[in-house]
């Protein structure tokens, strides 16, 4: 499963995290549950 997120990560120009952040947000807005509260960012 690893080597499957490792590769599209890649082809979407993201971390390995970062597919695996995005990933976790897009279902977490799938199923309506997305945090309310947004924090910014750290620069």
């Given at each position: 499963m690893l080597k499957?997120?490792?590769?599209?990560?890649?082809?979407?120009?993201?971390?390995?995290?970062?597919?695996?952040?995005?990933?976790?947000?897009?279902?977490l807005k799938d199923a309506k549950r997305e945090p309310k509260n947004k924090r910014p960012e750290k620069e």
């Open positions: 499957a997120i490792e590769k599209w990560a890649n082809d979407e120009f993201r971390s390995t995290n970062g597919q695996i952040e995005w990933m976790l947000m897009k279902s």
